[in-house]
């Protein structure tokens, strides 16, 4: 069965410090893609990163960046220079199937990590 | 460009009444989610539509919930009793056909007493 594993259910950093939030996941598809959504207290979530299986090099958008080491199906999430506005809940999601077959579109979701940015 | 519009952000309700959510997805996007997100959990899928099709509702509890997307646009979300445990956030997302990213709405937060 597909399954996302966030084993940090809490997690501190202090503000312009780097964090990384772990993700592991387990899948017998080939094909797959493995997103990171932030969730503030107001409730969206929001997309931040995307990573396919295929992919060779790591995902980076921003101050995000996606540590995917793929024989140990992990997909970390790395922020760099935390500020105060990246307090929010982070969800680490996995979809399985290629754009176009039937699989296509439904995203399991991690426990989440709520993270806290010090000042 | 407007992002996924949900109404109401916030609804209580006394448990074994009907209650109704409306999600507006982005313009152009075919494909349609409802998640459930119980506290402290990732969300859940519910339902998910092709245009106005209901291709994926294996997860959708169908003796109390219905949904509908009559014109392969906006979609209605229905709960009816309504039970203490059906207290969450339901969340709908779109996305393109078969696009990557699925942009989701604020939620509505569902209170059964």
């Known amino acids: 069965a597909q399954k996302i594993t966030q084993t940090q259910p809490g997690m501190f950093v202090q503000e312009k410090e780097a964090v990384t939030l772990d993700c592991t996941y387990d899948?017998?598809?080939?094909?797959?893609?493995l997103f990171w959504y932030k969730q503030p207290s107001s409730g969206e979530m929001i997309f931040l990163i995307y990573?396919?299986?295929?992919?060779?090099q790591n995902a980076t958008e921003g101050r995000y960046s996606l540590n995917f080491q793929k024989a140990r199906k992990s997909a970390n999430l790395v922020i760099s220079a935390s500020q105060l506005g990246d307090s929010a809940m982070y969800f680490c999601?996995?979809?399985?199937?290629?754009?176009?077959?039937?699989?296509?579109?439904?995203?399991?979701f991690g426990q989440g990590t709520t993270l806290q940015v010090k000042p | 460009e407007a992002g996924v519009v949900q109404s109401p952000r916030y609804k209580i309700i006394e448990k074994k009444q009907p209650v109704a959510f409306w999600c507006n997805p982005i313009?152009?996007?075919?494909?349609l989610y409802w998640y459930l997100q119980n506290l402290g959990q990732g969300p859940e899928l519910l339902i998910r539509?092709?245009?106005?099709?209901?291709?994926?509702d294996s997860q959708l509890p169908k003796d109390r919930f219905s949904a509908e997307r009559l014109k392969g646009v906006d979609s209605t979300l229905k709960i009816q009793p309504a039970e203490l445990g059906d207290s969450a956030v339901y969340l709908c997302?779109?996305?393109?056909?078969?696009?990557?990213?699925?942009?989701f709405g604020p939620g509505t937060r569902l209170t059964v007493l």
């Open positions: 997302a779109s996305s393109l056909a078969f696009g990557n990213e699925q942009f």
């Open positions: 899948t017998s598809d080939q094909s797959y893609g």
């Open positions: 990573q396919g299986s295929y992919d060779e």
């Open positions: 999601a996995m979809r399985e199937g290629r754009s176009g077959s039937s699989n296509t579109g439904k995203l399991i």
């Open positions: 313009s152009g996007h075919n494909t």
């Open positions: 539509y092709e245009n106005e099709e209901a291709v994926d």
